[in-house]
């Protein structure tokens, strides 16, 4: 079992994304979920071209 030490930040949904997300299959679900998990923990997903485009706002 993996031990996260970092509190996930709140992820922020705009317009359809949550929507747009939800309409994938759930393998999709499941890798991008992670990727996103990653991303509010602040650490670095295993595959950074799959996340191309896509954008992580850092709130001070």
Known sequence: ???ISRVPR???WVASAKKDYRDFPPRVQGNFG?????????QHPPSPS???GSVVERSS
């Open 34 to 42: 992670f990727e996103l998990f990653l991303a509010q923990t602040e």
């Open 10 to 12: 709140p992820l922020l």
């Open 50 to 52: 799959r996340s191309r």
């Open 1 to 3: 079992m993996i031990r």
